[in-house]
């Protein structure tokens, strides 16, 4: 491949283009936004608020470091040195081929583009270009830093730049869907159109309303097709006999006169003013903003839930945050380790979702940032993904944490972890968690950790490279204090206190 992506820019900044800025900001690109609305900055700030707050429900791994936005002033500084362009601009073919022009222009020529188009075909759009082979479409979902599918449409777009695309497209979390023959409107579109013309018939003949209509998809096949889709439902509907029982049975009535589908009613301003009315009925009482938090919280809870029986959209996520799991301490500058104190290795905040009903950090939370500050300690002495592809890790068989302090949300906190000793199998190791306004000790986490064979499941020694490692961190560790507590029980800890008061 000619290289892979490192930053992107954005043309154009409205809901898709904004959505696209999102997931390329909190996925660690920089973004450089060219987009000549006045208030172009505030909304795509406001849908950067949205989306962060929907990131911060969707997963618990850690994420890259947010990347650098920028608002520029002309196309040229946006792509000058992107690695990849995202358009977003107005369905009009002759602004985007004139937005196209002006990126060939100034871009590198290793610089994909990707169009955000929900209609035309990638051949309309590259008429008159020197360089068709980067070009495609990139046709997303709203909201993009959520709904993972993404039509690629290649035209004349080389193998090595589509490639290139899906790979950048699969790092930031979302499902590349390649389209095997351009046709206007791609797949999804044309699916939609099919639901939306047949809705635009029933309001207009009075059979039903707009929140009628989205109460049949939202109760009914909607939840269906969120995780299974049209054709597998369907084949679930034949029963034990399958699809052929399906077609066989409900096929001829294909034939009935039930669809409108070939015909569309007049949009005349009575038809627009019913509509319009009952959807405000409907909707009216959220803003936009609170409809698009209620629509993510939805989402994310639709995905996550299948997460958990690692299923469609969830399976995706599964695999995504198992790659941010793997890439998070590759992200993060070297720690500066300082032989004469404990490792500094994690730091995070109280988030929103990790309180209580009294505002305060619940008892998971403290095992998780205890679980995630040893991740990272198993990062530093070189447990990476290439020694658990081996078939190696190390367990943890044993936790004792302490509760010292409550601590509310949004408070930062840090750990500290001290080495407390190893051998060929075993490694131990205490955390002490800091945080909130005052930078108080808020509790503690002693560890024993084992190594074993994956494959085996059964304890076996360690490979000399981590011995090696853990020997350094030990060469500094031995000679600092051990902290009284540790290796103690809680009823022992609590008589020597009430002792010494």
């Not at 696209?20 to 849908?47: C, S, T």
């Not at 002033?73 to 937005?99: F, G, H, M, W």
């Not at 023959?181 to 018939?201: C, M, N, Q, S, T």
């Amino acid at each position: 491949m000619t290289g892979t992506v490192k930053s992107a820019a954005a043309i154009g900044g409205g809901v898709i283009g904004g959505g696209w800025i999102a997931r390329f900001l909190l996925n660690g690109y920089d973004v450089k936004v060219f987009d000549p609305h006045p208030q172009a900055e505030r909304l795509v700030g406001e849908v950067l608020a949205n989306a962060e707050r929907a990131y911060r429900k969707l997963t618990l791994a850690p994420m890259a470091p947010k990347g650098k936005l920028s608002f520029v002033s002309s196309i040229e500084e946006a792509v000058c040195d992107a690695d990849y362009v995202q358009e977003s601009v107005p369905e009009r073919l002759d602004l985007k081929r004139k937005v196209y022009a002006e990126i060939e222009r100034h871009a590198k020529e290793s610089t994909l583009i990707g169009s955000s188009t929900s209609g035309f075909k990638p051949t309309e759009l590259i008429e008159g270009l020197a360089t068709p082979e980067r070009l495609f479409v990139a046709h997303p979902f709203n909201p993009v830093y959520l709904l993972p599918v993404v039509e690629v449409v290649p035209g004349q777009t080389s193998p090595d730049n589509l490639d290139r695309a899906k790979s950048f497209l699969t790092a930031i979390g979302m499902k590349p869907l390649v389209v095997r023959k351009e046709i206007d409107a791609h797949i999804a579109d044309r699916l939609l159109e099919a639901v939306w013309r047949e809705g635009l018939w029933l309001i207009h003949d009075g059979v039903a309303t707009t929140e009628e209509i989205d109460d049949v998809i939202r109760f009914g096949f909607g939840l269906r097709w969120a995780q299974m889709g049209l054709f597998e439902t369907y084949r679930i509907a034949g029963g034990e006999a399958g699809m052929r029982h399906f077609m066989s049975q409900f096929g001829p009535a294909l034939k009935w006169p039930w669809t409108k589908l070939m015909d569309v009613p007049d949009l005349t301003d009575d038809l627009i003013d019913i509509i319009a009315a009952q959807s405000d009925a409907q909707s009216g009482k959220h803003s936009i903003r609170e409809l698009e938090r209620i629509r993510d919280d939805n989402l994310v809870a639709i995905m996550q839930a299948l997460k958990g029986n690692d299923w469609g959209a969830g399976a995706l996520l599964k695999e995504y945050e198992s790659t941010l799991y793997a890439n998070a301490h590759s992200h993060a500058r070297p720690p500066t380790v300082d032989p004469g104190k404990p490792l500094a290795l994690h730091a995070d905040r109280v988030r929103e979702d990790w309180v209580d009903y009294n505002g305060h950090m619940t008892e998971s939370r403290y095992l998780q940032v205890f679980g995630d500050a040893t991740d990272a300690f198993l990062h530093f002495i070189g447990m990476n993904k290439h020694y658990l592809a081996s078939g190696r890790s190390l367990y943890t068989v044993e936790t004792h944490i302490r509760h010292l302090r409550e601590v509310k949300m949004g408070a930062p906190l840090r750990v500290e972890t001290l080495l407390l000793g190893f051998d060929q199998k075993r490694v131990r190791i205490v955390h002490e968690l800091y945080g909130g306004p005052q930078d108080e000790l808020l509790a503690t986490g002693e560890h024993m950790l084992l190594h074993v064979d994956t494959t085996k499941s059964a304890a076996s020694p360690m490979d000399l490279s981590l011995s090696i490692k853990l020997g350094e961190v030990w060469k500094h560790h031995r000679h600092l204090e051990v902290p009284a507590y540790a290796g103690k029980p809680v009823r022992e800890i609590m008589m020597e206190s009430a002792a010494a008061s």
